[in-house]
């Protein structure tokens, strides 16, 4: 089974910066896919960014491009979101998921961590 578990949220000043991280266990580095997802407050759950188990590329949604980063340590069970240049709009709970189609996974199933909250705030 696996299991996701965020940390590194906080609040921080717009422009600011967060490294936000997520433990994985029961993670298959060679099959599942795993991302940054986000949901602010009354807004729907939106994809942020992926990292891919076939080649370790990344993607981004257009609103953080140029200024996040997703990357893994050496075994790849722990993923990584960099935030630099922060904006009130990047506020939510952030969660890390496997196997979701945001990131190229078509079916069922895939899993969740529980979430981090960002606030930035002007």
Do not use: H
Request: charged share 15%; hydrophobic share 30%.
């Amino acid at each position: 089974q696996v299991q996701l578990v965020e940390s590194g949220g906080g609040l921080v000043q717009s422009g600011g910066s967060l490294r936000l991280s997520c433990a994985a266990s029961g993670f298959t580095v060679d099959y599942d896919n795993i991302g940054w997802f986000r949901q602010a407050p009354g807004k729907e759950r939106e994809g942020v960014s992926c990292i891919m188990n076939s080649d370790g590329s990344s993607l981004y949604a257009d609103s953080v491009k140029g200024r996040f980063t997703i990357s893994r340590d050496s075994t790849g069970r722990t993923l990584y979101l960099q935030m630099n240049n922060l904006k009130p709009a990047d506020t939510g709970v952030y969660y890390c998921a496997t196997d979701q189609p945001f990131c190229g996974y078509i079916g069922p199933g895939g899993s969740w961590g529980q979430g981090t909250q960002v606030t930035i705030v002007p």
